[in-house]
């Protein structure tokens, strides 16, 4: 049974800080209600919250020195057979030191005295927009990459989501999506719906891309995901 959430005005942050001291930053993490684990892009471009959601993701090229990320169709196919074997392996899709500097160490700490602790992760939405390949084309309109996204993700995830209740009953997982105000700002959060009449936008207004349990909340122009 998984234990309840309420918010109750307790403190927490967004897992980006500015800092480039490991320590500092996880401290000030540690400081809030609701403690979380911090990523430092200034510190390494692995920090970055989208090459940290890219590790094991076939296809992925970083150029750590050009700061960029692409995406190569031609390599995904070719990587596609070693990532399905991999997956029997359930620390796969683990985050790892490489990806986090602080990832461990936050986890190292001990949790016991506070109500909840928190991690987080881009959503596949955000994520497919923001990526592009080789002709800066979107990875989300890959018709064969787009529904991969949406369960590689659902996969990092889950595997985050049980290594931290492990260490915390009430541990939960951020999936950011800004992304989604590509399509929500335009519409204002609502649909015209007859002569001065709106119809409230919910979850249900969008194609179930399938892959993701979690109970989804719109909050103004983005989609944010809990799990």
Known sequence: MKAELSGNCRTTAMGILPHRS????LNLALSLDIPFWPQLPKLSFYEDMYVQASEHLPGIVIDE???R????????????PAYFENLEDPHYLRLSSRYSLVYDAFLARDLSGFYAVRGQCIGPVSYGLKITDEKN???IYHDEVRQFLFDFFSRKVKV??????RHH??????VGSPGWSSFLWPLQATAQSGRGRTTPLSWSSFPDPGGYTSAATLTGPSCSIWT
Do not use: D, N
Request: proline share 9%; net charge negative; no cysteine.
């Open 22 to 25: 490991p320590e500092a930053a």
């Open 65 to 67: 020195e050009g700061k």
């Open 69 to 80: 990320i692409t995406f190569s169709l031609e390599r995904f196919y070719e990587e596609l």
């Open 137 to 139: 084309k979107p990875v």
């Open 160 to 165: 985050q989501y049980e290594e931290m209740v």
């Open 169 to 174: 009953p009430r541990a939960f997982v951020w």
